[in-house]
Nanobody
Framework: QVQLEESGGGLAQVGASLRLSCTASSRTLDGYSMAWFRQAPEKEREFVAAIRWSKGTRAYHKDVRGRFIISRDATEMTAYLQMNSLKVEDTATYYC????????????????????WGQGTQVTVSS
């Protein structure tokens, strides 16, 4: 069982930056992937970015590639999502999630593939 806790959401203006954090209760996440998803009102939860914990390889949704950066600090058991050049359409509740990953093939990007979830943190971008 892995417990995840997000922090760092809030209100930002268009073009600004925010950094989200996700801290895991596990002693290690070797063999796991950590991902960020987001869900806007009346929309489905969508994949944002993921990182393979042990290898550091990353994947991004095309809408955030070049603006968002996912990273992790293994000593702090924390994953980060640096969000730059924020847009109004980035407004959503952001969730971190993790799953066991075989580290072969493409990243899993469907919410149903992830086993453990945080409670979410709200990001609101205003113009």
């Amino acid at each position: 069982q892995v417990q995840l806790e997000e922090s760092g959401g809030g209100l930002a203006q268009v073009g600004a930056s925010l950094r989200l954090s996700c801290t895991a209760s596990s002693r290690t996440l070797d063999g796991y992937s950590m991902a960020w998803f987001r869900q806007a009102p009346e929309k489905e939860r969508e994949f944002v970015a993921a990182i393979r914990w042990s290898k550091g390889t990353r994947a991004y949704h095309k809408d955030v590639r070049g603006r968002f950066i996912i990273s992790r600090d293994a000593t702090e058991m924390t994953a980060y999502l640096q969000m730059n050049s924020l847009k109004v359409e980035d407004t959503a509740t952001y969730y971190c999630a993790t799953r066991v990953d075989e580290y072969v093939g493409n990243f899993k990007t469907a919410a149903g593939d992830f086993d453990y979830w945080g409670q979410g943190t709200q990001v609101t971008v205003s113009s």
